[in-house]
């Protein structure tokens, strides 16, 4: 089905595959809202799962679309992104924005659902001690969740002011060295190779890591402990999209706070110039605002 575009959100993601990252060539771009111009929801406006899945394969039937082995994935994998006037997607992977909802949420709803799918990676246990890595816009939307679910948390990272920017605020403490120990939990969403091992030290035996970010340099990491400590080492990455415009409906999270710039699509370089910079939260570019 075509889509319009109307905005597009710039992650990691897309900076890591303009450098080469997984060999992608094309048009990137997967964090959008825009409007459908075809099929049942022709007008409406529209998100969109990214995984396209062929349907039919054992991964699929099984319920695994998003591990599909014949899947395309919007703006990252043989299929061309939202960075463009228009995207296609396949008609079961569109999802129409509530109306309470405005297009500067909406275009958050991908990285909503990929921290929600915490909820998919771990049993969220009220009052357990969760430590996040990483107070980028992932490790943001990840500490907001686990809050939300009623989890104690405490965020590391180099950005102390950003903490209550999404509508929580949760014990920040600075850099991961100063973070405690004994969590029940602990996610990394740092993307820094070197947090991994900087945080195994501090979950408790038979503790939970689940990461949430990819990296580009390989980790080194002693797996001893894991082995001692009976930790869990869970991989997240994508999440299911209604239970993220759920929670975008429900007006308990200020995403749009996290927007710190906007461009048009002809400024597109630019923008990935200032997503680049260190530090820097979500860039928008707005192709049909
Ligand atoms: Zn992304
Ligand atoms: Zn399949």
Same mark, same amino acid.
């Given at each position: 089905m075509r889509v319009r575009v109307s905005k597009v959100g710039l992650c990691s993601t897309d900076l890591a595959l303009a450098r080469g990252y997984m060999g992608f060539r094309g048009v990137p771009g997967h964090e959008f809202v825009g409007v459908a +111009? =075809?099929?049942?929801?022709?007008?409406r406006r529209v998100v969109g799962e990214i995984n396209a899945a062929c349907g039919c394969c054992p991964t699929c039937l099984a319920g695994g679309d998003r591990h599909c082995p014949r899947r395309s994935v919007l703006g990252i994998l043989g299929r061309p992104g939202a960075l463009a006037e228009e995207l296609r997607l396949p008609a079961r992977n569109l999802r129409e924005v509530p109306d309470s909802v405005g297009d500067d949420a909406a275009v958050f709803t991908e990285p909503l659902a990929a921290a929600l799918a915490l909820a998919e990676a771990c049993a969220l246990v009220p009052g357990a001690r969760a430590l996040v890595v990483g107070d980028g816009k992932l490790g943001l939307l990840c500490a907001h969740v686990l809050a939300r679910a009623g989890l104690a948390v405490t965020l590391a990272g180099?950005?102390?002011?950003?903490?209550?920017?999404?509508g929580v605020v949760v014990e920040h403490v600075g850099p +991961? =060295?100063?973070?405690g120990g004994g969590f029940d939990l602990a996610v990394e969403?740092?993307?820094?190779?070197?947090?991994l091992p900087a945080l195994l030290p501090r979950v408790r035996p038979r503790g939970t890591v689940v990461l949430k970010s990819t990296t580009e340099r390989a980790t080194r990491v002693e797996l001893a402990p894991l082995v001692v400590d009976e930790l869990r080492l869970v991989g997240s990455r994508c999440g299911r999209f209604e239970p993220a415009l759920a929670v975008l409906a429900s007006g308990t999270?200020?995403?749009?706070?996290?927007?710190?710039a906007r461009y048009a699509l002809s400024d597109a370089e630019r923008a990935f110039e200032h997503a680049a910079r260190?530090?820097?939260?979500k860039v928008l570019i707005e192709v049909h605002p």
């Open positions: +111009l =075809e099929g049942a929801l022709r007008g180099r950005h102390p002011e950003r903490n209550g920017l999404t +991961l =060295e100063r973070s969403a740092s993307g820094d190779p070197d947090a999270i200020t995403v749009e706070r996290l927007i710190v260190r530090g820097t939260l």
